[in-house]
């Protein structure tokens, strides 16, 4: 499978190009256009029980979808629900990444996710510990809300974000997940809720917008009863 994006950085789409015959994992509703012919199915990967890990922990939907080319080949647009930016992380089959949840679009066959307790969950901030781990050799494709940022940290050197605005990294961080301020009341006030410590040698990748803010900006502007 080979990624051709365009419409970056504000409204990205990621073309994925299938060899004849080629199958490609999508997460379900990111499908914009297939060229004619192109076979879908949707299925629970792993079976019921992980795809309800997949639903309920993870944040992604209960099912998978796998696109595959007829036989003269084909390609697969998708995108994500937020405006922003998509970038491909080639896997190598040594290093895995860690992708949040709402940030996994797209990945090659022979690139396998499943669902990755990554610390405690965010009672009121709305981001769960639950991330998606892939690993495997091929394309894998993430999209973020807003701008997309690299952050390369090297040996030891330390950085801390918050859990909204952080889109995936890599197996060779290290990092741990906290409160940003002591006690319920300090953490209504600050308005944040929890953060990622990671550690290097490493990337991370960040988003210049919070999902979760901007849904608690909608519901906020939805007239009570």
């Known amino acids: 499978m080979q990624v051709q994006i365009r419409h970056q950085p504000s409204f990205a789409v990621a073309r994925l190009l299938l060899a004849p015959g080629e199958p490609c994992q999508v997460e379900s509703g990111a499908m914009a256009a297939t060229s004619y012919g192109v076979h879908v199915q949707s299925q629970a990967q792993g079976g019921v029980m992980k ?14 979808s796998t696109y595959t080319a007829p036989q003269n080949g084909g390609w697969v647009d998708v ?9 491909v992380l080639n896997l190598d089959g040594r290093q895995g990444w860690c992708v949040t949840r709402g940030s996994w679009i797209a990945s090659a066959h022979s690139v396998h996710t499943e669902t ?3 610390g405690m969950k965010n009672l009121f901030g709305g981001e ?3 991330l998606t781990h892939a690993t495997g050799q091929g394309p894998l494709v993430v999209a973020c809300y807003g701008a997309l940022e690299t952050v390369n940290l090297q040996p030891g050197e330390m950085i801390t974000i918050d859990t909204g605005h952080v889109v995936a990294f890599a197996d060779t961080v290290q990092q741990q997940i906290r409160k940003v301020s002591q006690g319920i009341v300090q953490s209504l006030k600050s308005g944040e809720g929890l953060v990622f410590d990671f550690a290097g ?13 901007l849904s608690a900006w909608v519901i906020a502007q939805v007239p009570s009863r």
Do not use: C, H, I, K
């Not at 995108?79 to 970038?87: E, K, R, T, Y």
């Open 79 to 87: 995108a994500a629900n937020l405006p922003g930016d998509m970038q």
């Open 201 to 213: 040698p490493g990337q991370v990748l960040t988003q210049t917008r919070n999902p979760s803010a």
């Open 116 to 118: 990755r307790w990554g």
């Open 128 to 130: 769960g510990g639950f």
């Open 51 to 64: 795809g309800l890990g997949r639903a309920f922990l993870s944040g992604e939907s209960f099912f998978v």
